[in-house]
């Protein structure tokens, strides 16, 4: 490192210290930069292999020491699909709405239904503020079944929706099909292919 870099390091490591010093709510910003990875599960079936897939994930980036919070589809508010939610005093999904506003990126885990991707994920999509939500965030998406697809479809349809949304998609999507063959008693993904691409794809979206 050269002196001059050595400087710059310097004074931004000690502006920062003095900031958290002054204002304690400089840390709790900073710290929720680094908490920055929402995974999405993307259906509300119980006990469904899309967890078991998100679950994987946010162990992987942990390993590598990144954390991230899981937005389960499970525990949306059953009045999400009365008409009262487009209302604009609806304040059912607002810790939803929360939490989509303190990611800066997303990993969406999908599975395959009727050849794409499931309604309640759309309504979510539909329910959360436009265009603050997504734009210009990133996303990784990963794909699920158990026929022989991995919901490639699906996949290609909600990159259509993330696009409209301006949410930034990483080229290296996943699709894995027979998903009832691929994770392991602890539900884990275990073959060597599914680790290689899966850790591939999340070494890439953590410098996306
Ligand atoms: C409503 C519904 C529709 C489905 N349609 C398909 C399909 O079109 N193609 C397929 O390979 N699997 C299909 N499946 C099976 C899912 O891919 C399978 O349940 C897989 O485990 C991922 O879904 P899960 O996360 O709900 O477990 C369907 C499952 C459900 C519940």
Do not use: W
């Amino acid at each position: 490192m050269y002196f001059s870099q050595y400087l710059t390091f310097f004074n931004k490591s000690a502006r920062y210290k003095f900031k958290q010093y002054q204002f304690p709510h400089v840390k709790a910003i900073y710290k929720q930069k680094e908490r920055m990875i929402l995974i999405v599960s993307g259906t509300n079936r119980p006990n469904s292999n899309t967890f078991k897939v998100s679950k994987y994930y946010q162990k992987v980036l942990a390993e590598k020491g990144i954390d991230s919070t899981i937005l389960d589809l499970c525990n949306l508010p059953e009045s999400l699909i009365s008409p009262n939610s487009y209302q604009k005093n609806y304040t059912d999904f607002q810790d939803f709405q929360t939490q989509i506003d303190a990611a800066e990126k997303l990993i969406f885990v999908i599975p395959e239904y009727n050849g794409s991707y499931p309604g309640i994920l759309k309504l979510f999509v539909d329910a959360c503020a436009y265009p603050n939500s997504f734009f210009d965030k990133k996303a990784a998406l990963v794909g699920i079944s158990t026929g022989k697809y991995g919901n490639i479809r699906g996949i290609d349809h909600f990159t259509g929706v993330c696009n409209y949304a301006n949410l930034h998609v990483l080229p290296l999507k996943i699709h894995i099909p027979y998903i009832n063959l691929e994770l392991n008693k602890v539900h884990h993904l275990y073959k060597e292919d599914t680790l290689k691409f899966t850790n591939q794809q999340i070494d890439r979206f953590i410098k996306f």
